[in-house]
């Protein structure tokens, strides 16, 4: 099993930037693919990144791309989701997930879920 904790959400103006952070425990955390989801009120959740357990190879959903960054540290076991230029759209719920076979953007394959973090960003 493998448990997955976010952390670094809160209110921000638009414009702004936030780090979040996700700490996975309970699994050899390097043969993970991890990625960011995020779920806004009344929406669907929506893939936003992924990156390999070795970190070379990452994805980002056009909507972020060039605005978020993920990255990890595997030697902290955390992956991180650098966000810029904040948007209010943005707004939503934040969620890592795991897994260790698929790497990609549709959430029902990862195994592994964190429970989230609230980012709003104010206009």
């Known amino acids: 099993q493998v448990q997955l904790v976010e952390s670094g959400g809160g209110l921000v103006q638009g414009g702004g930037s936030l780090r979040l952070s996700c700490a996975a425990s309970?699994?050899?955390?390097?043969?993970?693919?991890m990625a960011w989801f995020r779920q806004a009120p009344g929406k669907d959740r929506e893939f936003v990144a992924a990156?390999?357990?070795?970190?070379?190879?990452?994805y980002y959903a056009d909507s972020v791309k060039g605005r978020f960054t993920i990255s990890r540290d595997n030697a902290k076991n955390t992956v991180y989701l650098q966000m810029i230029s904040l948007k209010p759209e943005d707004t939503a719920v934040y969620y890592c997930?795991?897994?260790?076979?698929?790497?990609?953007?549709?959430?029902?394959?990862?195994?592994?879920w964190g429970r989230g973090t609230q980012v709003t960003v104010s206009s």
């Open positions: 997930a795991g897994d260790p076979t698929y790497y990609g953007s549709m959430g029902g394959p990862y195994d592994y």
């Open positions: 990156i390999r357990g070795s970190g070379r190879t990452t």
């Open positions: 309970g699994r050899t955390f390097s043969s993970l693919a």
